[in-house]
């Protein structure tokens, strides 16, 4: 069983293919800058030289083409046939309230994610193509939409409404939804099987630090608070989004700055975050930055750890019993700092931290960083979303 995972974003196509048999990566790649007048795409098939070209890109269809022409190249590839690839999983960000699982696509399925386009004006539409084109590719594979918003749709009520006239939720939808789903998920998952526990039956904090970051209170496996809301840019500090902020701000930025409502929009969401704090939005800049004695780098990482905090401190107060809290992606997983500077002195939490554990890299995809003896763990796992939405693929089409 051959599964394509496709992550077609506003400018970019991510792409891995996995043989279900036994979950190995058959080729991996990326398409960049596409529409730009220097494209990039760098293919890597398993066990044969990485592939790399700079050219224009056009499209995303031009882009997909490239990929499908590459997988099944006599030397590069790793098909011999289109249809040898059983089912395509597509990352879909907005399934509204409509879709709480992966769902083989149709035309109505289409449809429904074109109407919640105006939800995530800059996922969805790039989404449709990647599963337009991906028809057109790979005429025989069913094709699958894994919703970045259905791991959330287990949220109470008290959890996903806002506290404005309820005509706004009844008639557009306005509430918080979640994203980074799939991974927060996956990462439960991992999580449960470590602690040797059912998931029905497992409680844990998950914390996706990335370019974006988002944390998730998860209670018997099913996610029942998350950070992010309407949007992905509420909740936590984030690489250039602000995350959390008085909407007041918007309010002052448009009335006596005489902002546009769009520039607003680029600020809070391109221009904020660690990027505005210090003119970086790498963590890793920032934390030599930092090193080096520059303020404003130490601020930025006091300020990010300290959010991160108080989200984990409300999630043991939603939760009740935690059994773990879980570090994952980019800074999650790599930046022993920031993760010394969110758990340092949580004792009265039952979170007994082990700074040298936390210092240690074996390299393993689950790594504990707790103490002897601490009755909440604390984990680091290593997300793979595209790894969740194959499996995924494969759990829907077998039905
Ligand atoms: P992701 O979105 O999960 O790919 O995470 C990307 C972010 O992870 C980058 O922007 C970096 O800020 C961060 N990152 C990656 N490697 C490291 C590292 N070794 N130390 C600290 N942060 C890292």
Same mark, same amino acid.
């Given at each position: 069983?051959?599964i394509?995972?496709?992550?077609?974003?506003?400018?970019?196509?991510?792409?891995?293919?996995?043989d279900?048999?036994?979950?190995?990566?058959?080729?991996?790649?990326?398409? =960049?800058r596409?529409?730009?007048?220097?494209?990039?795409?760098?293919?890597?098939?398993?066990?044969k030289?990485?592939?790399?070209?700079?050219?224009?890109?056009p499209?995303?269809?031009?882009?997909?083409a490239?990929?499908?022409?590459?997988?099944?190249?006599? #030397? =590069?590839?790793?098909?011999?046939?289109?249809?040898?690839?059983?089912?395509?999983? !597509?990352?879909v960000? !907005?399934g509204?309230?409509?879709f709480s %699982?992966p769902?083989?696509?149709?035309?109505?399925?289409?449809?429904?994610?074109?109407?919640?386009?105006?939800?995530?004006?800059? !996922?969805?539409?790039?989404?449709?193509?990647?599963?337009?084109?991906?028809? =057109?590719?790979?005429?025989?594979?069913i094709?699958?939409?894994v919703?970045?918003?259905?791991?959330?749709?287990?949220?109470?009520?008290? %959890?996903?409404?806002? %506290? *404005?006239?309820?005509?706004?939720?009844?008639?557009?939808? *306005?509430?918080?939804?979640?994203?980074?789903?799939?991974?927060?998920?996956? #990462?439960?998952?991992?999580?449960?099987?470590?602690?040797?526990?059912?998931?029905?039956?497992?409680n844990v904090?998950?914390? !996706?630090?990335?370019?974006?970051?988002?944390?998730?209170?998860?209670?018997?496996?099913?996610?029942?608070?998350?950070s992010?809301?309407?949007?992905?840019?509420?909740?936590? *500090?984030?690489?250039?989004?602000?995350?959390?902020?008085?909407?007041?701000?918007?309010?002052?930025?448009?009335?006596?700055?005489?902002?546009?409502?769009g520039?607003?929009?680029r600020?809070?969401n391109?221009?904020?975050g660690?990027?505005?704090?210090?003119?970086?939005?790498?963590?890793?800049?920032?934390?030599? +930055?930092?090193?080096?004695? $520059?303020?404003?780098?130490?601020l /930025?990482?006091?300020?990010?750890?300290?959010?991160?905090?108080?989200?984990?401190?409300?999630?043991?107060?939603?939760?009740?019993?935690?059994?773990? #809290?879980?570090f994952?992606?980019?800074?999650?997983?790599?930046?022993?700092?920031?993760?010394?500077?969110?758990c340092?002195?949580?004792?009265?939490?039952?979170?007994?931290?082990?700074? /040298? +554990?936390?210092?240690?890299?074996?390299?393993?995809?689950?790594?504990?960083?707790?103490?002897?003896?601490?009755?909440?763990?604390?984990?680091?796992?290593?997300? $793979? =979303?595209?790894?969740?939405?194959?499996?995924?693929? #494969?759990?829907? *089409?077998?039905?």
């Open positions: 069983m051959k394509l995972v496709i992550n077609s974003g506003s400018s970019s196509i991510k792409y891995q293919c996995f279900m048999t036994t979950q190995a990566v058959l080729a991996t790649g990326l398409v =960049e596409i529409g730009e007048p220097a494209g990039r795409l760098i293919h890597r098939p398993a066990g030289p990485q592939v790399e070209r700079n050219n224009a890109i499209t995303h269809r031009d882009g997909l490239q990929v499908a022409a590459l997988l099944l190249d006599p #030397v =590069e590839g790793i098909i011999e046939s289109p249809n040898e690839i059983n089912a395509v999983g !597509h990352r960000v !907005h509204g309230e409509r %699982a769902t083989v696509i149709d035309d109505a399925v289409r449809e429904t994610i074109r109407d919640l386009a105006p939800l995530a004006p800059l !996922h969805n539409p790039p989404n449709l193509v990647g599963i337009e084109v991906a028809g =057109e590719l790979f005429p025989d594979a094709q699958v939409a919703f970045d918003t259905a791991f959330h749709q287990t949220m109470p009520p008290e %959890a996903y409404r806002y %506290a *404005i006239p309820a005509a706004l939720y009844d008639e557009h939808k *306005i509430r918080s939804y979640g994203f980074h789903g799939t991974s927060h998920q996956y #990462v439960t998952e991992v999580a449960a099987r470590h602690l040797g526990k059912p998931l029905a039956d497992t904090i998950t914390v !996706h630090l990335g370019n974006g970051c988002s944390i998730t209170a998860v209670r018997g496996g099913q996610s029942v608070d998350t992010m809301g309407f949007s992905p840019l509420a909740g936590l *500090i984030m690489g250039t989004r602000s995350g959390d902020i008085d909407p007041a701000v918007v309010f002052f930025l448009h009335d006596k700055l005489g902002m546009a409502v520039e607003i929009d600020l809070l391109k221009q904020s660690l990027l505005g704090l210090t003119g970086d939005n790498d963590l890793r800049d920032i934390q030599r +930055r930092h090193e080096a004695g $520059d303020e404003a780098a130490t /930025a990482l006091a300020m990010y750890a300290y959010r991160v905090r108080k989200y984990i401190g409300a999630y043991f107060a939603v939760l009740g019993r935690v059994d773990a #809290v879980v994952t992606a980019g800074v999650g997983q790599n930046s022993a700092l920031v993760r010394r500077l969110v340092d002195g949580l004792d009265g939490l039952g979170i007994y931290f082990d700074a /040298a +554990r936390n210092e240690a890299r074996n390299g393993d995809d689950v790594r504990e960083i707790h103490a002897d003896g601490s009755p909440v763990r604390v984990l680091v796992i290593a997300t $793979d =979303e595209e790894l969740e939405i194959a499996r995924q693929t #494969v759990s829907v *089409i077998r039905g």
